[in-house]
């Protein structure tokens, strides 16, 4: 067995290789130890998710909805620059009246033909952290965070440039999400993540009934790589039983995915190895010792040397500087391949959603919350599958799209572990490996499977739109239109 437990944290929010968010574990621990705290945790076989499947009920849960889009509505968020030309709206949806648990949501419509263009859900992982404060402020949304903690500026990439997009904070706990029950914090997992979810879609679409017969996808990152395809899965499934709204899934797309545990284990290795960051000798000791679903004393010893050869960097980017890093401030990262994402992100938008204004302009109910926003709640989990290619090969076989993306230079769930979980679906090439190019410079490279494609993304970290927001709005643009990314400049 793998040794010591903890659950997947690390590898979404977390530190490998001393890197990784600065809420999470200390930098000085073993990477042997950071790694394998994650994946020991007695989990639940993925048959045992499957197979329960069938007890998801419908019709589920449906709270009165009337008035409470226009309720919704932001009128401005305090600091937003002049000109914002789109509706944003930011508030709960009951999801459990009798626990009194509530999911808080931020929407942002699209600046123009808002009434055509697709609905899109994002999910950020951890399992426990935010997608408003990474998802929406940090990556994808249509504002950052200006270094004051007070102001915002345009994201000129954002995805509502070409879809409607929720941001979801879940499970209950996470961000401004509650429950009036405590003892639900203590009760995530990733079954009541996906059904809490599925229920929140439900009763939003009854608050925005103009999106009802929109086609919709869902995308993420991270532990989102769970969250996804089981999500995907239950609507799929209740589609077909329930007498409520049916939920128009086209596809899904996920960045730097935790899809299966021992490819995640075994592919962090390769991908620091393959970048020339520890010894040679050490990769040929975890190559004869290293079985990442039994670890034993000699391979123990090999990881430690891995650990302690790489040293300290940041893993959610191996090239760019941490926060506290001299290197850090924005003139100095504009020359960086990480362009002008500035490392210290994190630590505005935590001071901005902290602001009294900004919670009054968003809706906020902090007085329902058990602790002031944060990024990451660092949330007991009690369910998730060691996997989830088979739920991820049952949505290929549907006829929904399947898009998974890489960030190349990630090394807290790195290319290589995707590429190890492909292999494991073991699909059919219909378009072999090309380049593929954003405006005049390779964006990345793509291969299209049978219902599955696999995109990388040049030069980004583990938050994809945050270090390459062009690139990720092409990849983006493309997966909306059910496209593949451009051959040609």
């Given at each position: 067995?793998?040794?010591?437990?903890?659950?997947?944290?690390?590898?979404?929010?977390?530190?490998?290789?001393?890197?990784?968010?600065?809420?999470?574990?200390?930098?000085?621990?073993?990477?042997?130890?950071?790694?394998?705290?994650?994946?020991?945790?007695?989990?639940?076989?993925?048959?045992?998710?499957?197979?329960?499947?069938?007890?998801?009920?419908?019709?589920?849960?449906?709270?009165?909805?009337?008035?409470?889009?226009?309720?919704?509505?932001?009128?401005?968020?305090?600091?937003?620059?002049?000109?914002?030309?789109?509706?944003?709206?930011?508030?709960?949806?009951?999801?459990?009246?009798?626990?009194?648990?509530?999911?808080?949501?931020?929407?942002?419509?699209?600046?123009?033909d808002a009434s055509t263009k697709p609905l899109v859900l994002w999910l950020?992982?951890?399992?426990?952290?935010?997608?408003?404060?990474?998802?929406?402020?940090?990556?994808?949304?249509?504002?950052?965070?200006?270094?004051?903690?007070?102001?915002?500026?345009?994201?000129?990439?954002?995805?509502?440039?070409?879809?409607?997009?929720?941001?979801?904070?879940?499970?209950?706990?996470?961000?401004?999400?509650?429950?009036?029950?405590?003892?639900?914090?203590?009760?995530?997992?990733?079954?009541?993540?996906?059904?809490?979810?599925?229920?929140?879609?439900?009763?939003?679409?009854?608050?925005?009934?103009?999106?009802?017969?929109?086609?919709?996808?869902?995308?993420?990152?991270?532990?989102?790589?769970?969250?996804?395809?089981?999500?995907?899965?239950?609507?799929?499934?209740?589609?077909?039983?329930?007498?409520?709204?049916?939920?128009?899934?086209?596809?899904?797309?996920?960045?730097?995915?935790?899809?299966?545990?021992?490819?995640?284990?075994?592919?962090?290795?390769?991908?620091?190895?393959?970048?020339?960051?520890?010894?040679?000798?050490?990769?040929?000791?975890?190559?004869?010792?290293?079985?990442?679903?039994?670890?034993?004393?000699?391979?123990?010893?090999?990881?430690?040397?891995?650990?302690?050869?790489?040293?300290?960097?940041?893993?959610?980017?191996?090239?760019?500087?941490?926060?506290?890093?001299?290197?850090?401030?924005?003139?100095?990262?504009?020359?960086?391949?990480?362009?002008?994402?500035?490392?210290?992100?994190?630590?505005?938008?935590?001071?901005?959603?902290?602001?009294?204004?900004?919670?009054?302009?968003?809706?906020?109910?902090?007085?329902?919350?058990?602790?002031?926003?944060?990024?990451?709640?660092?949330?007991?989990?009690?369910?998730?599958?060691?996997?989830?290619?088979?739920?991820?090969?049952?949505?290929?076989?549907?006829?929904?799209?399947?898009?998974?993306?890489?960030?190349?230079?990630?090394?807290?769930?790195?290319?290589?572990?995707?590429?190890?979980?492909?292999?494991?679906?073991?699909?059919?090439?219909?378009?072999?490996?090309?380049?593929?190019?954003?405006?005049?410079?390779?964006?990345?490279?793509?291969?299209?499977?049978?219902?599955?494609?696999?995109?990388?993304?040049?030069?980004?970290?583990?938050?994809?739109?945050?270090?390459?927001?062009?690139?990720?709005?092409?990849?983006?643009?493309?997966?909306?239109?059910?496209?593949?990314?451009?051959?040609?400049?």
């Amino acid at each position: 067995m793998k040794s010591t437990s903890v659950v997947i944290f690390l590898l979404v929010h977390s530190v490998i290789f001393a890197g990784a968010y600065r809420l999470s574990a200390p930098l000085d621990r073993p990477l042997k130890e950071r790694i394998s705290d994650a994946l020991s945790k007695d989990h639940q076989s993925l048959s045992s998710w499957s197979s329960s499947s069938s007890e998801f009920y419908s019709p589920v849960y449906l709270g009165l909805q009337d008035g409470l889009m226009e309720a919704d509505m932001i009128q401005g968020l305090p600091g937003q620059p002049n000109g914002v030309n789109f509706d944003q709206y930011a508030g709960y949806v009951t999801v459990d009246p009798g626990h009194g648990r509530a999911l808080f949501y931020y929407f942002v419509e699209s600046p123009e033909d808002a009434s055509t263009k697709p609905l899109v859900l994002w999910l950020n992982g951890g399992p426990g952290c935010s997608s408003l404060g990474a998802g929406a402020m940090m990556e994808l949304g249509p504002f950052r965070v200006n270094s004051d903690g007070k102001s915002l500026y345009r994201n000129n990439y954002a995805w509502n440039n070409v879809a409607n997009i929720i941001f979801l904070e879940s499970p209950a706990g996470v961000g401004f999400s509650y429950s009036n029950t405590t003892s639900d914090y203590g009760q995530s997992g990733d079954k009541r993540t996906a059904m809490d979810t599925y229920t929140f879609l439900v009763n939003w679409l009854e608050r925005f009934p103009q999106y009802k017969s929109r086609d919709f996808f869902i995308t993420g990152e991270s532990y989102a790589g769970h969250y996804v395809p089981q999500i995907s899965d239950l609507i799929l499934h209740n589609n077909k039983i329930t007498n409520q709204t049916v939920i128009n899934l086209r596809g899904i797309a996920m960045g730097n995915a935790y899809i299966d545990e021992d490819d995640a284990y075994q592919g962090t290795y390769d991908f620091y190895w393959s970048h020339a960051l520890y010894s040679d000798e050490t990769y040929e000791g975890i190559q004869k010792y290293c079985n990442f679903s039994d670890v034993s004393s000699q391979c123990d010893t090999y990881l430690n040397q891995a650990s302690s050869e790489v040293g300290q960097i940041y893993g959610y980017n191996i090239y760019a500087p941490f926060c506290d890093s001299p290197a850090s401030s924005v003139s100095n990262v504009h020359s960086s391949m990480d362009a002008a994402f500035d490392p210290c992100s994190e630590d505005y938008i935590h001071t901005y959603l902290n602001l009294p204004e900004v919670q009054k302009a968003l809706h906020a109910n902090v007085t329902g919350l058990p602790r002031p926003w944060d990024n990451c709640a660092g949330l007991p989990w009690n369910d998730q599958p060691t996997t989830v290619i088979p739920v991820i090969q049952k949505l290929m076989a549907s006829e929904i799209r399947v898009w998974i993306y890489s960030g190349d230079v990630d090394g807290v769930i790195p290319v290589t572990a995707t590429k190890l979980s492909i292999k494991k679906i073991n699909p059919l090439v219909k378009i072999a490996w090309y380049p593929w190019y954003s405006e005049k410079e390779v964006g990345g490279y793509a291969v299209e499977y049978d219902n599955l494609t696999f995109v990388t993304v040049r030069g980004a970290g583990h938050f994809v739109p945050s270090y390459q927001p062009e690139r990720a709005l092409t990849l983006f643009s493309n997966f909306i239109k059910g496209e593949l990314p451009p051959s040609k400049p």
